[in-house]
């Protein structure tokens, strides 16, 4: 099995972990909290959060100092996302 360069496998980890950040905060966004189908939404978002979390571990495994920083965000930033759907619950 070839290895990718390390910098291609840090870039792509890096962009995986902010797709699956950007379609978190996309649905975050979206996700009407008096809607009929608030529940599903809900645990979509939950999935998609998930994931993102995930991707972000993974980034962090070879990331640059740049990109650790923007990592360390998402993650943050994905917490608040989760606190104040807690919230709302």
């Not at 996309?26 to 991707?55: C, F, M, P, R, W």
């Not at 495994?61 to 943050?76: D, G, I, K, M």
């Amino acid at each position: 099995m070839q290895k990718y360069p390390y910098n291609k496998d840090k870039q792509q980890a890096f962009q995986a972990a902010q797709q699956g950040y950007e379609n978190a905060q996309g649905l975050y966004e979206t996700i009407v909290s008096d809607s009929a189908s608030y529940g599903h939404q809900l645990k979509h978002l939950k999935d998609e959060v998930n994931e993102a979390y995930q991707q972000i571990e993974n980034a962090l495994e070879v990331a640059s100092e740049h990109q650790r920083a923007q990592l360390q965000r998402f993650q943050q930033d994905l917490q608040s996302m989760v606190a104040e759907v807690n919230q709302e619950d």
